[in-house]
């Protein structure tokens, strides 16, 4: 049987393509629930850090306002990332002792957002965001709208400073800052 050269990559695209399509009859966050899966498939931690361990769960914690409702619980019930179950924590205030491997940071956040992406800056910890201006001050991950659909943007260099690698074929899918 022939392989077919480039499937993998076109079939990844197509992935986020069909995410982004329509909001129309979808929720808005439901969607924005699977970008955040599909986004740790092409995302990969250090080896040394607390994603190394699989016996642990994965973290994500909701800084702040929680404009997800149910959608995150609803998408992760069943739903693994990286072969671990996913823990969801909402919080109003970061609590520095806790280990996460993602935070989505609310748009009531914007005064302490320097505290947070000091916090987070060197630290294999994805940073998200549907605020403008948060990509452009260090959020890894800023969701926007565009012509109603979901888009996102990726601010480079938070990535390179957090050690996360990630692929290129989610960069082309973004709009880098």
């Known amino acids: 049987m022939k392989k077919i050269v480039g499937y993998r990559p076109i079939l990844i695209l197509a992935i986020l393509w069909f995410i982004s399509v329509n909001l129309q009859g979808q929720s808005e966050y439901m969607l924005k629930a699977g ?4 986004f740790t498939r092409f995302i990969e931690w250090p080896v040394d850090s607390i994603s190394s361990d699989t016996t642990r769960p994965f973290n ?3 800084l702040g306002n929680n404009p ?11 739903t693994k990332i990286k072969k671990r179950r996913v823990l969801i924590r909402y919080a109003a205030h ?28 060197n ?4 940073t998200l965001s549907e605020t403008g201006g948060f990509g452009t001050k260090g959020v890894m991950i800023n969701f926007f709208i565009d012509k109603n659909k979901i888009r996102f943007e990726v601010n480079q260099e938070a990535l390179r400073r957090s050690g996360l690698k990630v692929s290129h074929l989610l960069m082309q899918s973004a709009r880098i800052i």
């Open 35 to 38: 970008f955040i899966e599909r």
């Open 68 to 78: 997800f409702g149910k959608s995150l619980e609803t998408m992760f019930a069943k």
């Open 94 to 121: 970061l609590d520095t002792s806790g280990c996460y491997h993602m935070i989505f940071i609310g748009e009531n956040m914007a005064r302490d957002i320097h505290a947070i992406l000091d916090y987070t800056g």
């Open 60 to 62: 994500i914690l909701v």
């Open 123 to 126: 630290k294999p910890i994805i």
